[in-house]
Structures are given as C-alpha cells and as structure tokens.
C-alpha cells in the first residue's frame, strides 16, 4: 500500500532540531523584549564629568544625582521636591550618623543645581560628601 510505512522497527539516527530552533527564537525575542525596558540600576541615566584626580569612596554613603532636566534622584528612587530630598537624607543619617554624600549631576547640568544638592546634603548635617566623577578616556 502506498499511505502506509511497511516497517516502524528502524532506530531513529538523526535528531529533528526544527523545535530547538523555534524554542531558541522565541527565547531571542523574550530576551530583546525585556532588556529593552531594564531601567537604570544607578537611577537615572547620567554622564558624569572627566576627572582624573577621583578617588573611591569607603564607607556608607548616600547618592544624590541630577540630570540636564532638573530630574533628582536619591539612591536611584526619583525625588519631587526638596523635602523628599532631605527626608531620604536624614533617613540615611539616622542609619549611620558618619554617612558621606555623593552629588552625581550631569556634566550637562546647570551649576546650580549641583550646588543647591551640596546645600541640602550640609543643612541635613552630612558632614563628608564629594562630587562624583569618572576617569579620562586613555588617549590612544
């Protein structure tokens, strides 16, 4: 007969791969699609300014960052006015009283901005803090 296989005792030899490629692909695409909304980890997305004297900092510390737009951040959680800004601050205060700040503000943004966030870590009474920076690319 034609439609039917005569002898069904035969060892498969070759692996049919066609469903590891579909399950692969479709892996690819749960992986592109979730990386694509992976927030910033460090809050918000900033450049910070070349400096070639930066040093590490040791101990508990507390990150303040501002962005071009005037968007604040402290330790990445996204702040709306001075007030929720000097709360996170006293928080951390209360936790380790020898707390250091950390003012991370894009090399694009205003000055003053900067300045107003070193202003609020001090009348908070943090008593060490620094402007963070990143190393000069190597010239080559």
Not at 62 to 68: G, K, M, V, Y
Not at 90 to 106: F, R, S, T, W, Y
């Amino acid at each position: 007969m034609a439609g039917g296989a005569a002898n069904d005792d035969d060892e498969i030899v070759g692996i049919n791969v066609t469903p590891l490629v579909d399950i692969m692909l479709v892996l690819l695409i749960i992986f592109m699609v979730t990386t694509s909304t992976i927030t910033n980890p460090e809050g918000l997305a900033i450049d910070k300014p070349e400096a070639s004297s930066g040093s590490t900092i040791e101990g508990a510390s507390i990150l303040i960052q501002c962005d071009p737009e005037g968007n604040v951040a402290v330790d990445a959680e996204p702040t709306a006015n001075d007030g929720e800004i000097k709360a996170a601050i006293a928080a951390k205060l209360a936790e380790d009283p020898n707390v250091q700040g950390i003012v991370q503000c894009d090399e694009k943004s205003n000055v003053g901005q900067m300045v107003r966030l070193i202003d609020l870590l001090r009348d908070a009474g943090v008593k060490k803090y620094a402007i963070a920076t990143k190393k000069p690319a190597a010239a080559g």
